[in-house]
């Protein structure tokens, strides 16, 4: 284990620890919206339905994502009932940018197989959405489904990109009995 | 029993001013540490993020297999385990105290008071912020917080929804997004400032806020109530011998807290030590 660095001093004063309502000052964060999705392999034989996200980023700030279905109009203020398609929501703990040099966040692909070091530390997650109603509900009006997904930034450090916070590769729908 | 630490609520501790003094007292000497002593508070936080990157977030893929596993849950008990002891070695009566996000008072209040209050009997509170050191265009400063609404907070039933799944692989991926969710909380953006937010709010800088311990205590006794009702030893086969590097330990090996040395409860209160010889 390499040493740290030298002990701060203390310079500055953490700010009010008062509780407050949701911060105005949050930056609006570029949604998503997928085109028209088929559901038609899709039974409504199941007892849970998730939806995963694969290949999410978490190398910059920490953010919530809601998760609508067929509601492209939604954003961070539209409520988050079923009758608004609100299917459920995502958080990312973000890394809060690259602290490193040139390279340092650069996640390199593809893996080689046989390597025994632990993959990089920022490889993309896989997020679950336990949504079994609200795809029941998107069922229950058509074989075809849109995703809007809607970044609430949380936090994050001045290395951010606060506009396109969220990128990710995949949707999938996931089915149990 | 006698042999094991409990670990106490955030409120019960409240409740106990001789045990709440030991661990400010035990912060406060870590906090006073040079960062390159491996005893100090910047050296235990600086493993997690910047500048060692040590922590394990979401799921990677294994070595010679393709399956994706998630060390989030044991490597965090390991790292509290080592903290906890860095911290004992201050002041032998401190002990790591969970907050639970989901009782009243913090739906009521937030954050605890005992971390809240910026000064204790005239001196700067050890629980309040911690050192930062500087990272890039972050310089040195002392950890602040700009948390959200109290209203926003995780619900008990949501853990108990939690408590519910019985595969570890599907809880151990729905308590990191709660646990996502807090560091947002508890970090949040400063208002007065809309690119800047608080040191929860990224894996670079979190540990290094005091309620960092205690919000990942909160995890791990999740874990621990989980694996009461789910089993100890409920984790996928070839977890087990995963290393939890730099602890020296794997996964196998943080099964058991009663094996590490310690146990969950709200207090602790010696009623009597004159017993019947």
């Not at chain 2, 995890?219 to 290393?243: A, E, F, M, S, T």
Request: aromatic letters at 10%; one cysteine or more; glycine letters at 8%.
């Amino acid at each position: 284990m390499a040493a740290a660095k030298k002990p701060a001093k203390k310079v500055t004063k953490p700010s009010s620890r008062a509780p407050k309502a949701a911060s105005s000052s949050r930056p609006v964060a570029e949604k998503y919206t997928s085109t028209a999705l088929s559901l038609e392999s899709v039974s409504q034989d199941f007892a849970r339905a998730d939806l995963r996200f694969d290949g999410v980023d978490h190398s910059q700030s920490t953010f919530e994502a809601r998760v609508f279905l067929n509601n492209a109009e939604a954003n961070e203020k539209t409520p988050t009932t079923p009758e608004s398609g609100y299917a459920g929501r995502f958080h990312i703990f973000g890394h809060g940018g690259c602290f490193g040099d040139v390279g340092h966040c650069e996640v390199r692909g593809p893996r080689r197989p046989f390597d025994p070091r632990p993959a990089h530390p920022l490889t993309p997650a896989t997020k679950i959405v336990i949504a079994t109603q609200a795809i029941r509900q998107a069922l229950g009006k058509g074989k075809q489904v849109t995703v809007t997904v809607v970044p609430i930034v949380l936090s994050g450090t001045k290395l951010c990109d606060f506009k396109k916070v969220l990128k990710f590769d995949k949707i999938s729908v996931v089915t149990y009995r | 029993m006698s042999n094991l630490t409990l670990r106490p609520s955030v409120e019960g501790l409240e409740q106990a001013p001789d045990q709440l003094q030991a661990l400010r007292d035990a912060y406060g000497k870590m906090q006073a540490l040079r960062g390159d002593d491996n005893r100090s508070w910047v050296y235990w936080a600086g493993l997690h993020g910047y500048p060692q990157w040590m922590c394990w977030h979401h799921g990677r893929v294994g070595q010679g297999n393709p399956r994706r596993y998630n060390l989030f849950l044991p490597w965090h008990r390991a790292f509290l385990l080592y903290f906890e002891h860095s911290m004992k070695d201050q002041n032998e009566k401190a002990v790591l105290p969970w907050w639970d996000w989901t009782s009243d008072t913090s739906h009521s209040i937030g954050l605890p008071s005992s971390f809240t209050d910026p000064q204790v009997d005239g001196a700067a509170n050890p629980l309040y912020s911690g050192p930062v050191p500087s990272m890039l265009s972050v310089p040195e400063h002392t950890s602040a917080r700009y948390p959200g609404s109290p209203a926003e907070l995780p619900t008990a039933d949501q853990v108990e929804t939690l408590l519910s799944l019985s595969s570890f692989v599907d809880f151990t991926l729905q308590i990191e997004d709660i646990h996502d969710q807090i560091h947002g909380w508890a970090g949040g953006m400063n208002p007065a400032n809309s690119d800047e937010g608080g040191d929860m709010g990224a894996v670079a800088t979190a540990a290094y806020d005091p309620i960092f311990w205690s919000h990942h205590c909160m995890i791990d006794r999740i874990w621990y109530l989980w694996q009461l009702r789910q089993g100890v030893n409920n984790v996928p086969d070839d977890y087990v011998q995963k290393p939890l590097a730099p602890f020296g330990l794997t996964v196998g090996d943080v099964l058991d807290i009663n094996r590490l040395g310690y146990e969950y409860g709200v207090t602790e209160q010696v009623l009597t030590t004159d017993g019947p010889a």
